[in-house]
């Protein structure tokens, strides 16, 4: 069946006051490797769909992935059964009306196209590149399309149909590991020759690494690190929600200038440096939101229940999915660091001493309120000295807070990098800071 049958089938079978539809396919390949060999390819096709009732002010949510009528109609009945369960919320105005959606293409036929053998190529110039090192390369290659469909029996209709392209590795000696990744929308999104050549410098520079003592150090930050501080901020305050429960970083600081003034971010669906799409899950149009400007803290995300909360404030097309048990509110999900005028060389010759960071680990929030995080650095951390790389040192555990590591911000790479998780999607450069505080070696 169709989307736009699939809407009609269920909206027809509702008995609620109002109705909403989300549908998503995903039709996406996977090929994994591990020491310097394929051993997986597999695919995966799917529907979920999920229905949102409404009676009166209450809200039910069911999710199924059987699309025949019976099914649907089942799934229509349950959610109505679930809506009248729920208590009244009085902050819940209904589900939104149709507004204009902007398009954008985000669809390349190549990666929609892309068969196993061409990831397996792909894939093989990595290991090729790390077995003539003597090293051990794993990691995985991803291509596919996905299709997220909307609808709601107050006239909101949005389809839109994607690609998606990404690849990662890790490049391991017997005392070191390196990492790459890269994603996007097209496939030559990912080079894998560029990939494998970036992740078997890291873990050549990275052998026999040493200890290095806990304490406060200026770090140059590859992208891979600048995206965790990105999505650590996303979810410690970047949402409506979490202002309006009053547990955002972003409390008492709009319109404050708390970060260098070089630091710019903001969430954009419809940049196609990114992976775009034009809409949310509630089918809303999605709006570019600056939420720092020149280190200013301007704004936030919202969806059209925190938008109906707040007195004159518009939803921003940042929904998230319909979920019986998530209730997150509002989010990112394509999150911009704008560029800036240096490059990792330029970073490193400027250092005195300090540490070159590929990426971090294991990230969890101490404190939202300051986003105070720890977590480890990983697959290649290095000592600068004078500015030139004076060899590797182990993974580091740190305990910092994000926004004043960016309020010391020195420097931010020209170029750009976009890298997803299942979270979201950065388009991010390079940053050096002044301080970040590490608290020792992991073991």
Same mark, same amino acid.
């Given at each position: 069946?169709?989307?736009?049958?699939?809407?009609?089938?269920?909206?027809?079978?509702?008995?609620?006051?109002?109705?909403?539809?989300?549908?998503?396919?995903?039709?996406?390949?996977?090929?994994?490797?591990?020491?310097?060999?394929?051993?997986?390819?597999?695919?995966?096709?799917?529907?979920?769909?999920?229905?949102?009732?409404?009676?009166?002010?209450?809200?039910?949510?069911?999710?199924?992935?059987?699309?025949?009528?019976?099914?649907?109609?089942?799934?229509?009945?349950?959610?109505?059964?679930?809506?009248?369960?729920?208590?009244?919320?009085?902050?819940?105005?209904?589900?939104?009306?149709?507004?204009?959606?902007?398009?954008?293409?985000?669809?390349?036929?190549?990666?929609?196209?892309?068969?196993?053998?061409?990831?397996?190529?792909?894939?093989?110039?990595?290991?090729?590149?790390?077995?003539?090192?003597?090293?051990?390369?794993?990691?995985?290659?991803?291509?596919?399309?996905?299709?997220?469909?909307?609808?709601?029996?107050?006239?909101?209709?949005?389809?839109?149909?994607?690609?998606?392209?990404?690849?990662?590795?890790?490049?391991?000696?017997?005392?070191?590991?390196?990492?790459?990744?890269?994603?996007?929308?097209?496939?030559?999104?990912?080079?894998?020759?560029?990939?494998?050549?970036?992740?078997?410098?890291?873990?050549?520079?990275?052998?026999?690494?040493?200890?290095?003592?806990?304490?406060?150090?200026?770090?140059?930050?590859?992208?891979?690190?600048?995206?965790?501080?990105?999505?650590?901020?996303?979810?410690?305050?970047?949402?409506?929600?979490?202002?309006?429960?009053?547990?955002?970083?972003?409390?008492?600081?709009?319109?404050?200038?708390?970060?260098?003034?070089? /630091?710019? $971010?903001? @969430?954009? =669906?419809?940049?196609?440096?990114?992976?775009?799409?034009? +809409?949310?899950?509630?089918? #809303? &149009?999605?709006?570019? /939101?600056? $939420?720092? @400007?020149? =280190?200013?803290?301007?704004?936030?995300?919202?969806?059209? +229940?925190?938008?109906?909360? #707040? &007195?004159?404030?518009?939803?921003?097309?940042?929904?998230?999915?319909?979920?019986?048990?998530?209730?997150?509110?509002?989010?990112?999900?394509?999150?911009?660091?704008?560029?800036?005028?240096?490059?990792?060389?330029?970073?490193?010759?400027?250092?005195?001493?300090?540490?070159?960071?590929?990426?971090?680990?294991?990230?969890?929030?101490?404190?939202?309120?300051?986003?105070?995080?720890?977590?480890?650095?990983?697959?290649?951390?290095?000592?600068?000295?004078?500015?030139?790389?004076?060899?590797?040192?182990?993974?580091?555990?740190?305990?910092?807070?994000?926004?004043?590591?960016?309020?010391?911000?020195?420097?931010?790479?020209?170029?750009?990098?976009?890298?997803?998780?299942?979270?979201?999607?950065?388009?991010?450069?390079?940053?050096?800071?002044?301080?970040?505080?590490?608290?020792?070696?992991?073991?």
């Amino acid at each position: 069946m169709t989307f736009k049958e699939i809407a009609h089938a269920i909206m027809a079978e509702s008995p609620a006051d109002e109705t909403e539809v989300v549908c998503r396919r995903r039709d996406e390949s996977l090929t994994r490797f591990a020491n310097n060999h394929i051993h997986q390819n597999v695919t995966e096709t799917n529907h979920e769909i999920a229905v949102r009732c409404v009676s009166g002010s209450r809200c039910g949510i069911a999710v199924s992935n059987i699309v025949h009528p019976d099914g649907l109609r089942k799934l229509a009945q349950l959610a109505f059964d679930l809506a009248k369960q729920q208590p009244e919320n009085p902050d819940f105005k209904g589900l939104p009306g149709p507004a204009l959606i902007v398009e954008t293409p985000a669809f390349d036929r190549f990666a929609a196209e892309c068969s196993p053998a061409q990831r397996a190529n792909g894939v093989g110039v990595i290991c090729r590149k790390a077995a003539e090192a003597g090293y051990n390369a794993a990691g995985s290659m991803t291509t596919g399309t996905t299709m997220l469909g909307v609808a709601n029996s107050k006239g909101v209709f949005g389809q839109f149909e994607s690609t998606l392209v990404d690849a990662s590795t890790v490049v391991m000696s017997p005392t070191s590991s390196g990492w790459a990744q890269a994603s996007g929308w097209k496939l030559d999104s990912v080079n894998c020759e560029n990939l494998a050549e970036e992740s078997v410098r890291k873990a050549r520079i990275g052998e026999n690494p040493r200890d290095c003592d806990p304490g406060e150090y200026t770090v140059i930050l590859d992208p891979y690190a600048t995206a965790d501080l990105l999505e650590m901020m996303a979810m410690d305050g970047m949402s409506a929600l979490a202002f309006q429960e009053e547990r955002s970083w972003l409390n008492g600081r709009l319109g404050e200038r708390i970060l260098s003034d070089q /630091v710019t $971010i903001l @969430d954009d =669906g419809l940049d196609d440096e990114g992976i775009p799409i034009p +809409f949310d899950y509630e089918g #809303q &149009p999605k709006r570019a /939101v600056p $939420i720092v @400007d020149a =280190g200013i803290c301007t704004g936030m995300v919202y969806d059209s +229940f925190t938008a109906g909360r #707040q &007195p004159g404030a518009v939803s921003t097309g940042h929904a998230t999915e319909p979920s019986p048990t998530d209730h997150s509110g509002p989010l990112p999900r394509n999150l911009f660091m704008r560029a800036g005028m240096s490059n990792v060389d330029e970073m490193i010759a400027s250092t005195k001493s300090g540490l070159y960071i590929t990426r971090f680990w294991y990230t969890r929030t101490v404190h939202p309120r300051d986003v105070v995080v720890t977590g480890m650095t990983r697959d290649g951390t290095f000592r600068i000295r004078d500015g030139e790389i004076a060899g590797a040192v182990k993974s580091m555990r740190f305990t910092q807070s994000y926004l004043e590591a960016l309020a010391d911000t020195l420097a931010i790479g020209s170029m750009c990098r976009t890298v997803r998780n299942e979270y979201a999607a950065f388009h991010v450069p390079a940053v050096k800071l002044g301080r970040f505080r590490f608290t020792g070696a992991t073991k």
